[in-house]
C-alpha cells in the first residue's frame, strides 16, 4: 500500500544536539511539507517542497533545515538553534499541479528535547 | 494573510446526539476548504472537502457546507458515535499563490461518551 512513513515514532534528545526525522513516501508526490504541532495551536508548516532539489520556508522555519536529494524523502533536521523544539512533527505529501489536491499525512515523530 | 478560526474545545456529546464544528475562514482569493480528522497517537486524514462555493462535502455521515457570503464551513454529523472521538482540523488551501501547503484551524476535540 502506499503512504508516508516517519521514523521513529518517539525521540529524546539533549538540548543542544541536532536531530534528524526521516519521512519517506511511495506515492509518487511531487510536493512534501514539515508540520510542527503544538497543543491548542493546530499545525504550522515549517518547511515544503514542490520538486526535487528545491524547497521554501514557511511560517516557522527558524531553526531548522531540510534537503530533498530524492522525491521520495524529504529529512527535517531540529537544530540546536531550534529554542522549544519538543513537539509533535508531521510529514505530509501531495500531488503537485492540482491545487485541490489533499495532503496525505504520515503518523508523526513526537520529540522530546530535555 | 489566510487564517482559519475554529470553535475551541473540546466538545462533549452523547452518543446519537448532533454534533456541529463552527470553522470560518479569511483569504485572499478563493481557497479550496478542507475538514481533517486526527485519532490518538496518529497523523491526519482527509475526511471531506470542497473545491467552490455551494458545494458540500460529505463522507461517512460527516458534512460540510462551502458558505462564500460568510466564509464558514462548518462540520455537521447527524448521530455521532463514540468512534467519532477525535480532534478535528479545518484548513484551506489559497488557490492564488504559489504556496500550495494548507493553512490549519487550531483544531476541535470531539468526545463522545456512551
Known amino acids: 500500500d502506499g503512504g508516508i512513513t516517519q521514523s521513529p515514532k518517539y525521540l529524546f534528545r539533549k538540548e543542544g544536539q541536532n536531530v534528524t526525522l526521516s519521512c519517506e513516501q511511495n506515492l509518487n508526490h511531487d510536493a512534501m511539507y514539515w508540520y510542527r504541532q503544538d497543543p491548542g495551536q493546530g499545525l504550522r508548516l515549517i518547511y515544503y517542497s514542490q520538486i526535487v532539489n528545491d524547497f521554501q520556508k514557511g511560517d516557522i522555519a527558524e531553526g531548522y533545515s531540510v534537503s530533498r536529494e530524492k522525491k521520495e524523502s524529504f529529512p527535517l533536521t531540529v537544530t540546536s538553534a531550534q529554542k522549544n523544539p519538543t513537539a509533535f512533527y508531521l510529514c505530509?505529501?501531495?500531488?503537485?499541479?492540482?491545487?485541490?489536491?489533499?495532503?496525505?499525512f504520515g503518523n508523526g515523530t513526537r520529540l522530546t528535547v530535555t | 494573510g489566510n487564517s482559519v478560526t475554529q470553535m475551541e474545545g473540546p466538545v462533549t456529546l452523547s452518543e446519537e446526539a448532533f454534533l456541529t464544528i463552527n470553522c470560518t475562514y479569511t483569504?485572499?482569493?478563493?481557497?479550496?476548504l478542507f475538514w481533517y480528522v486526527q485519532y490518538p497517537g496518529e497523523g491526519l486524514q482527509l475526511l471531506l472537502k470542497a473545491t467552490k462555493a455551494d458545494d458540500k462535502g460529505s463522507n461517512k455521515g460527516f458534512e460540510a457546507t462551502y458558505r462564500k457570503e460568510t466564509t464558514s464551513f462548518h462540520l455537521e454529523k447527524g448521530s455521532v458515535q463514540v468512534s467519532d472521538s477525535a480532534v478535528y482540523f479545518c484548513?484551506?488551501?489559497?488557490?492564488?499563490?504559489?504556496?500550495?501547503?494548507?493553512?490549519f484551524g487550531s483544531g476541535t476535540r470531539l468526545q463522545v461518551q456512551p
Open positions: 483569504a485572499t482569493g478563493y481557497p479550496s
Open positions: 505530509a505529501s501531495s500531488q503537485q499541479g492540482d491545487r485541490n489536491s489533499p495532503l496525505h
Open positions: 484548513a484551506l488551501s489559497d488557490r492564488d499563490t504559489g504556496r500550495r501547503a494548507l493553512t
